[in-house]
């Protein structure tokens, strides 16, 4: 069995599918590991740290791919790189299924497995290879710390000869992964937090940070899965007009809401951005699928009536160290988990690779 890391090609991609510590793991399990010279400069980690954990290090894609059995990447390849793979190889990635249908025509007429990773049921068993968890979590973090770097304030109280200042107020929609994790941050960064979510059941996890959960009289939207589920356009309006005096109080909005496979739900809209006060800030988490700030600029930092919006896509990219060391453990994780006798095996009737597994011996197995 042989494994191929490339160098990721996906313009600001930083991470990497594989790192050293990685590479040894899959190496103990029976796997020959190749890698792209460089493949690990945007998250540091050296061609030589690769060497080390007994990785074969190319500057020729040739090379790379021959008689790959696996890839596995951070971003999907571009359609010109395709040609590149072997026939019959298995590609994982997180390949964004919904919204490349011609890449997966690409990928089933050149023969070639692709896993989809932003497919993975949520179940127990899975857990260790949940990529979109493990890079939530990061963004996250980074969405309170970007909050904190462009407010006008220190987040926490200060009393000081030269008086007192008042902690800043957080507000945290959306408290799946990310969200969690972003009210966590700025708790400890001394900020004030409150959160909403449309799954009353987050309310008490909310509370275990040290967070106030917003009573908001909405209609609860718990989905499949543990996921949310999408609201009528009334019920929308009405949490905007109900959470219209929260917004305006904060001087962060991290907002983090989703629904999978859908747009994300506008939460702020125009006048709401007007009423904040000038100089606060929003970090729309959501941004990679539309935002849910109506002035957000998907992948750009903006002002807005003196308001600063960050809509920054894809926000784990810029953790690269921390957001690899996990993804490639939650890639490493499935992989072994398919290993049995030396062998990489796909079993569709095994419900995380039936889930996964979008095109499988010229088949497309994924409609959208
Ligand atoms: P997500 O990224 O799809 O959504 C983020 C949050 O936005 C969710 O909490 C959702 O309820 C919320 N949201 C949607 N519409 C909203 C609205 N109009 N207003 C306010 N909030 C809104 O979700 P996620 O963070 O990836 O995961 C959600 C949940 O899935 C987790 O909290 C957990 O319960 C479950 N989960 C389970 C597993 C597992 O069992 N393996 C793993 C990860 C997550």
């Known amino acids: 069995m042989k494994a191929a890391i490339p160098k990721e090609t996906a313009e600001g991609e930083t991470r990497v599918a594989a790192v050293p510590d990685t590479v040894a793991k899959l190496r103990a399990g029976g796997i020959e590991v190749w890698v792209q010279a460089g493949a690990g400069q945007g998250a540091h980690f050296s061609d030589e740290l690769y060497r080390q954990a007994g990785a074969t290090v190319t500057y020729e894609l040739g090379d790379l791919y021959a008689n790959a059995d696996i890839v596995l990447r951070v971003q999907p390849p571009a359609e010109g790189e395709l040609g590149a793979l072997p026939p019959g190889s298995v590609l994982i990635c997180m390949l964004q299924a919904h919204l490349h249908p011609q890449l997966l025509e690409s990928l089933a007429t050149a023969d070639i497995t692709a896993f989809a990773m932003e497919r993975l049921p949520r179940i127990s ?68 937090v409150e959160a909403f979510d449309v799954r ?24 499949a899965g543990g996921y949310a589920r999408e609201q009528s356009k009334e019920q929308l309006q009405r949490q905007q007009d109900l959470l219209t005096e929260r917004v305006a109080a904060a001087d962060i909005v991290i907002s983090t809401a989703s629904i999978p496979g859908r747009s994300a739900p506008t939460l702020i809209t125009t006048d709401m951005v007007t009423a904040m006060r000038k ?66 095996t796909i079993d569709l009737d095994d419900e ?17």
């Not at 260790?128 to 990061?138: E, F, G, R, T, Y």
């Not at 959501?286 to 960050?310: K, L, M, Q, W, Y």
């Open 125 to 192: 068993r899975a857990q260790p290879m949940d990529v979109l968890s493990s890079q939530a979590s990061i963004a996250g973090y980074k969405a309170a710390l970007l909050g904190a770097d462009h407010l006008d304030k220190i987040l926490p109280m200060q009393m000081t000869a030269a008086g007192t200042l008042a902690p800043a107020r957080a507000l945290i929609l959306g408290a799946g992964v990310a969200g969690l994790q972003a009210i966590a941050t700025a708790r400890r960064l001394g900020a004030v």
């Open 279 to 344: 100089g606060s800030v929003i970090v729309d988490v959501a941004a990679d699928t539309g935002g849910n700030c109506e002035c957000s600029v998907p992948g750009e930092v903006i002002t807005f009536d003196d308001v600063v919006i960050v809509a920054i896509k894809d926000l784990a990219r810029l953790v690269p160290h921390h957001a690899s060391l996990t993804y490639s453990r939650n890639l490493s994780n499935l992989v072994l988990s398919l290993m049995h006798e030396g062998e990489f």
């Open 352 to 368: 995380v690779v039936d889930a996964i597994c979008v095109t499988h011996k010229g088949e497309l197995r994924y409609g959208g």
């Open 200 to 223: 009353s059941a987050v309310r008490e996890e909310v509370q275990s940070l040290g967070a106030k959960f917003i009573n908001v009289e909405v209609e609860a939207a718990e989905g």
